[in-house]
Nanobody, 126 residues
């Protein structure tokens, strides 16, 4: 069983930045494709970004491309999401997820991710 713990959320003004972290337990973190998703109450869960096992390939939702950057440090079992130029519509609970048996380098399919964190709230005020 893998445990994922997100941190770094908070309240920020529009145009500001936040950096989310997701720390994973276990010794096989480098085998997982990692993703970030978000969900606002009353809305469906939305893909944000994903990163390949080595970190060499990244994939973003169009809504965050150019503003958000996903990265990982396999030595620290941690994946990050740097969020710049934040907008009120970025307000949501952000979840990290791990795909332990990936068949693709990166993907946005939520059901294929096996483990999920508890989420961290990001609120962007206008």
């Amino acid at each position: 069983q893998v445990q994922l713990v997100e941190s770094g959320g908070g309240l920020v003004q529009a145009g500001g930045s936040l950096r989310l972290s997701c720390a994973a337990s276990g010794r096989t973190f480098s085998n997982y494709v990692m993703g970030w998703f978000r969900q606002d109450p009353g809305k469906e869960r939305e893909f944000v970004a994903a990163i390949s096992r080595s970190g060499g390939i990244t994939y973003y939702a169009d809504s965050v491309k150019g503003r958000f950057t996903i990265s990982r440090d396999n030595a620290k079992n941690t994946v990050y999401l740097q969020m710049n130029s934040l907008k009120p519509e970025d307000t949501a609970v952000y979840y990290c997820a791990a795909d332990r048996n990936p068949t693709m380098e990166v993907h946005r399919s939520g059901p294929l991710y096996d483990y999920w964190g508890q989420g961290t709230q990001v609120t962007v005020s206008s």
